[in-house]
């Protein structure tokens, strides 16, 4: 009985959103990091209208949180839980669309996972992404960071029981290689594939074994694009994150955007996701998991 009322009110919502289906979006229908807040460019429903226009149908909308810590001049949002409460208001306003299933959640930096976290907002969550750095002037992050990284969200989510999404990992790696060679007066096109490869061995298999199953996801977002015509860079992502979709690891496809400049560019994520292994087939898991909770909600 439980299992059937489940699903009625799955089957609900899905017809509440004009006839989106869960669990069926093409690569390019899904952008699970839409940044709609502080650093939106225009107005929430032009701002939308530019996702739907190329081909957009679910969306979650974010914002960094740490924007909310610091006054600034002619925010769109006020400082601290006030501004929380303004940027959710507009979300709530905007899920109303019929053109767009949506969702809301909050981009956290990983540092705060060692710092402390500030629940508060976290718990308005849909889904929460944590931005895995470059860390540019230091080591770039690797396996090591990931695999910290993954055990520290399975932790939060005994007490945060969200979906999580370690935000763009892969691009993270290269951004810094390839500026660090510039600043060194070196030639980038010149870095080795195993100089790029995010993981040592046994890694991957670690990760896997800590993941599949579970509520954690991997971004590939847009940036991963500008990487994929460098043969090393293409060679290395691959090498990387393919034997993560063999082993059963679960995905999320964005297009990161933060600018019109990006909004207005075609977002293309089948070039470099099926070449990686990232396909439909693991990437509806989280819609489908957030639409089930969104059902859950609405028996309550």
Request: overall charge neutral.
């Amino acid at each position: 009985m439980i299992i059937l009322t489940l699903t009625l009110a799955l089957a609900a919502v899905c017809a509440a959103q004009d006839g989106l289906e869960a669990g069926r979006f093409r690569l390019k229908e899904m952008d699970l990091h839409l940044h709609s807040g502080m650093e939106r460019p225009v107005a929430m429903d032009k701002w939308l209208d530019l996702a739907v226009a190329d081909g957009r149908k679910v969306v979650l909308l974010l914002d960094h949180l740490e924007l909310y810590r610091k006054k600034q001049p002619e925010a769109l949002y006020p400082f601290g839980p006030a501004g929380h409460q303004a940027l959710f208001a507009d979300f709530d306003r905007a899920a109303a669309r019929k053109d767009l299933l949506i969702f809301k959640g909050w981009e956290v930096s990983e540092t705060e996972l060692d710092t402390g976290l500030e629940m508060a907002p976290l718990r308005m969550a849909d889904a929460i992404g944590w931005h895995i750095s470059p860390r540019n002037g230091f080591d770039p992050p690797n396996g090591q960071t990931l695999l910290k990284r993954a055990r520290q969200l399975l932790e939060l989510q005994k007490q945060l029981p969200a979906p999580m999404i370690l935000l763009h990992p892969f691009p993270m790696r290269l951004e810094n290689l390839r500026r660090t060679a510039v600043k060194n007066g070196k030639d980038p096109a010149k870095i080795p594939v195993s100089e790029y490869r995010f993981f040592r061995a046994g890694e991957q298999e670690e990760l896997i074994r800590l993941l599949r199953g579970t509520s954690v996801y991997i971004e590939m977002n847009r940036d991963t694009e500008q990487y994929f015509d460098d043969p090393a860079c293409r060679e290395a992502l691959i090498a990387d994150i393919l034997p993560l979709a063999r082993g059963g690891l679960e995905f999320m496809v964005s297009t990161d955007n933060h600018h019109l400049r990006a909004a207005n560019k075609p977002f293309t994520p089948d070039a470099y996701c099926r070449p990686a292994g990232v396909t439909e087939a693991n990437t509806n898991g989280i819609v489908r998991e957030l639409l089930a909770i969104r059902a859950r909600r609405s028996l309550r």
